[in-house]
């Protein structure tokens, strides 16, 4: 299947910074990729050349295997960071006007919006205008705004800023119907915790930069430390020089909870055998770096540069 | 294109259901008629007041003729002291006290009233007493009165317009002059009305930061222009039903009272024992219908759009840089002034001689053009001048329009930034 989007050698520049230096990017179909960085790093930028609100100054983008081009403004549904609705306008009105802008007929968008409300059970809304709405009410109408029109790349900005746990869990469960029925989406947060439950895919922009790219499993693999947490009865010391005693801590009575790391690539069995010679093991685990950890291992790495 | 046309109809319809733009489109129409229809009426009163003034007058010269048109006088046979007296209680306007005097300083002449006289009564008086006393001093040099007779002449200067085909038209200069001036004012108010409009409308886009959820369906080149227009077109419509409404009004206000006036009918008989002096009503009517008023709406409506383009665009590039009504006071100033420039133009230069060089200028160079041509067009513009000023209008707004594109795209999405001059030039040296 060809990806939903490819990147290559995107370059901007303002006149004192770069914003993206030579980023390339693979985007498969129907995946959720997380475009992490911290603020500032040309997310952002990134995302307003896709969706054509700004040129790059070099490098192609290709979306579902065609140049990008204007007429693809209807492929693609976006969510800002930074995004509002017209507060003087009407529910239904806003919606229809925003579908018609990404190319819908005003009877298609007409329908469209009212089978969203429906589903959102908003119906009674149609005819509130956005500035009497509590803001949770008009997150659900700027997400209906977004996806309304049935692009098959959806986009967001840090999409649940804003949004209470309740509605986030609403959203959540949209993205992943959205998803199944075949839509690619990016995801553009700092938010650790919603990239490890969302994504599978993760690509990190620091300093204007791609610093990483691939599936959530390849890169917690590439990242992995063969570093493990036992817990054990009985203090011990590793004989072998194969490992290192990262901590030991004493958790209760005489059971403790070790770190330990294999200098080589051990296989977790020969490890576990080596413990037992040494202590009686309640709990073996190994420790998988979090995204946030990888996160901050690089973006921190970088700025050592 | 159909996207840009979305927006305009958008942009309309916002506008036109509001209730303010209701209430100011009927209102104000309403308002026009109803001063003309309060001056009218009031200036009918004080004409049937004025012939009911009585002046009594007390003459101890013996050579004073009573001209009766606009006082009825009454003359007494007292002396002073008991006619003051008898004043006190009488309900006449005045009492006219003529002393013996010499004919060469005839002081002393008194007006007794009750209420201070308008300037205008006093002068009626004064100028009834100069022309006897001129007479008199005539007969005193043994003049003849067949040659005083002669010696009254009335000279009405009639304004004769060659036009171009060579055919004369009958103008009247001080309506010639209030039509531009009216249309100057209109346009400058228009101008600044829609144009505040507009900048207003981005500013709230970009607070409500729906903005960028915009700029993802359409360029925002499309997103200006199509507010502009959309704006362009409010003007236009309030504008037309301005002209529909203050036009009927008007001629029912007119019709209304103009059956009802006085000294129209005096002034038609006067007509027809003189056919060169004109009643002034009917003078002003014919002269009304002497203004090409479909010319005058022609070019208005050219200069109102050239003019709100130049400015829209203008006002659209302050909209888009800064966050708020207030941040943007301090860079009204510059768009301000020409519109000053041109509105004081209007009523120095062009009042003076809506010929001269200056105005000439002002009503060529595109920032001054909509308001100056306007304050000229009703006494005629050479087509040489008009379509140099309307070419230079083109190219002005294509140019601000350029320029403020480019500001506005890099604007609307900044968000927070201290904007100055500087700022303002960087994003318009900026690639797309």
Redesign the interface.
């Given at each position: 299947m060809e990806a939903a989007l490819i990147a290559q050698h995107v370059t901007k520049r303002?006149?004192n910074h770069v914003a993206l230096d030579q980023v390339s990017l693979t985007i498969p179909q129907q995946t959720i990729f997380g475009l992490l960085g911290p603020n500032g790093a040309g997310k952002t930028t990134l995302i307003?050349i896709i969706?054509?609100?700004?040129?790059a100054?070099s490098g192609e983008i290709s979306i579902f295997g065609e140049p990008l081009q204007p007429k693809h403004?209807g492929t693609?549904g976006?969510?800002?960071e930074?995004?509002?609705?017209?507060?003087?306008?009407k529910v239904g009105e806003q919606l229809i006007?925003?579908a018609?802008?990404?190319g819908l007929s005003r009877k298609d968008a007409s329908e469209k919006s009212k089978a969203w409300m429906r589903k959102f059970e908003i119906t009674d809304w149609w005819n509130k205008k956005v500035e009497d709405l509590s803001k949770g009410m008009a997150q659900k109408v700027?997400f209906i705004?977004t996806v309304m029109h049935e692009p098959r790349l959806i986009i967001l900005d840090e999409p649940f800023s804003g949004f209470d746990p309740v509605n986030a869990q609403l959203i959540t469960q949209e993205i992943l119907e959205l998803k199944a029925k075949g839509c690619t989406v990016i995801f553009s947060t700092h938010r650790m915790e919603t990239v490890e439950d969302l994504c599978d895919h993760i690509a990190l922009i620091n300093k204007s930069k791609k610093i990483l790219e691939g599936s959530k499993k390849q890169v917690k693999d590439t990242y992995r430390t063969n570093t493990f947490v036992v817990e054990h009865k009985g203090t011990f010391t590793l004989a072998s020089d194969g490992y290192e005693l990262v901590e030991q801590k004493s958790i209760e009575d005489s059971f403790f909870r070790s770190i330990v790391r294999s200098q080589h690539i051990t296989s977790p069995n020969q490890l576990i055998r080596d413990l037992t010679n040494v202590t009686e093991v309640h709990s073996f685990i190994e420790k998988i770096p979090t995204m946030s950890e990888i996160f901050i291992t690089l973006v921190k790495g970088g700025s050592d540069e | 294109m159909n996207k840009i046309f979305l927006i305009i109809q958008r942009e309309f319809l916002n506008r036109v259901q509001k209730k303010s733009f209701l209430i100011a489109t009927i209102v104000l129409p309403l308002i026009f008629p109803a001063i003309m229809a309060v001056l009218v009426y009031f200036s009918i009163q004080q004409k049937k007041n004025a012939t009911r003034q009585t002046i009594q007058y007390v003459d101890e010269s013996g050579f004073f003729v009573p001209d009766t048109s606009k006082f009825v006088f009454k003359k007494l046979v007292t002396d002073v002291k008991s006619a003051k007296e008898a004043f006190q209680t009488s309900d006449d306007y005045g009492l006219l006290y003529i002393p013996h005097f010499d004919l060469s300083h005839p002081n002393g002449v008194t007006l007794y009233t009750k209420v201070n006289p308008s300037p205008n009564d006093i002068g009626n008086l004064e100028g009834m007493l100069e022309n006897q006393i001129r007479e008199l001093k005539m007969r005193k040099f043994n003049v003849d009165q067949k040659v005083l007779d002669s010696l009254k002449t009335d000279v009405p200067i009639e304004n004769l317009n060659v036009a171009d085909a060579g055919q004369e038209k009958k103008s009247n200069s001080n309506i010639l002059l209030g039509v531009g001036i009216a249309c100057g004012i209109l346009m400058y108010m228009f101008i600044f009305i829609y144009g505040a409009q507009i900048m207003q409308g981005i500013i709230e886009e970009k607070t409500s930061k729906v903005v960028e959820v915009i700029v993802s369906s359409v360029r925002p080149f499309q997103l200006m222009m199509g507010k502009i227009i959309g704006l362009a077109s409010v003007g236009l419509l309030q504008f037309l039903i301005w002209i529909v409404l203050i036009t009927t009004l008007s001629s029912v206000v007119l019709a209304y009272f103009g059956v009802q006036m006085p000294q129209q009918q005096m002034m038609q008989e006067m007509a027809q024992n003189n056919p060169n002096v004109q009643a002034p009503p009917i003078a002003v009517l014919e002269m009304m219908s002497q203004i090409p008023f479909g010319y005058v709406i022609f070019n208005f409506l050219f200069y109102f759009l050239g003019g709100y383009l130049l400015y829209g665009a203008l006002f659209a590039a302050v909209g888009s840089a800064v966050d708020s009504p207030a941040e943007a006071q301090q860079f009204m100033f510059p768009i301000t002034i020409p519109l000053l420039i041109s509105y004081f133009g209007l009523f120095t230069f062009i009042m003076n001689d809506p010929h001269s060089t200056v105005s000439v200028c002002l009503s060529i160079i595109p920032f001054t053009s909509p308001i100056a041509m306007m304050g000229r067009i009703a006494f005629g513009v050479p087509g040489w001048q008009l379509a140099l000023s309307m070419v230079s209008l083109i190219l002005g707004f294509m140019l601000t329009t350029w320029v403020a594109g480019r500001i506005y795209r890099v604007g609307i999405l900044m968000h927070g930034t201290k904007i100055n001059y500087k700022v303002m030039a960087k994003w318009f040296m900026m690639k797309g």
């Open positions: 303002y006149t307003r969706n054509q609100i700004i040129n100054d403004i693609i976006y969510l800002p930074e995004r509002g609705l017209y507060k003087k306008l006007y925003l018609q802008l990404k700027q705004s | -």
